[in-house]
């Protein structure tokens, strides 16, 4: 009778530590998953934003810490990329009224509610060159938290068009 509870007590500590490798191992894959459609997000948004003001024909405000900016595109029609919803945005004159189409999904949001920084600086020969920042967050618990994922994106364009 002793054998057989020594025997059924190393069992249960061997089945409590393969248990919890196993947790640990999916949490690590979930959180590691979390990070890759995060990241696949914001970079998705960046270069549709890069792209759309890389071939704008004009912008109608160029300064710093702006929260939206403005351009006339390929189209001859007014564009504008902001924060709305919690996503990246892109509101279009292409319709009347206005239509607003997200660079991201609603899958990740962004963090501080609705912050996109736009930062367009004037360069020789009126070249204009636009930084443009915003972070992503996945999770409601604070940065450090287990089930939550924030990530800065970030990157600069230099208009081709000279106004």
């Known amino acids: 009778m002793i054998e057989l509870l020594v025997v059924v007590s190393i069992t249960v500590m061997l089945m409590m530590t393969v248990s919890v490798f196993f947790l640990t191992f999916i949490v690590g894959s979930n959180k590691a998953a979390f990070e890759q459609k995060v990241k696949h997000d914001g970079e998705t948004a960046l270069d549709q934003a890069a792209t759309m003001l890389r071939n704008a024909r004009s912008i109608e405000t160029c300064a710093t810490n702006m929260t939206s900016i403005s351009f006339t595109g390929q189209d001859n029609l007014t564009t504008t990329l902001t924060g709305a919803s919690d996503r990246v945005a892109s509101v279009s004159a292409i319709t009347t009224p206005a239509t607003t189409f997200y660079l991201t999904s609603d899958y990740s949001l962004l963090t ?4 996109v920084i736009f930062d367009c600086y004037l360069g020789t020969n009126n070249q204009r060159y636009v930084d443009i920042t915003f972070t992503l967050k996945k999770g409601t618990g604070t940065n450090n938290d287990q089930n939550t994922i924030s990530r800065e ?3 600069g364009v230099t208009i081709r068009n000279n106004f």
């Open 112 to 115: 501080p509610t609705n912050s």
């Open 153 to 155: 994106f970030k990157t």
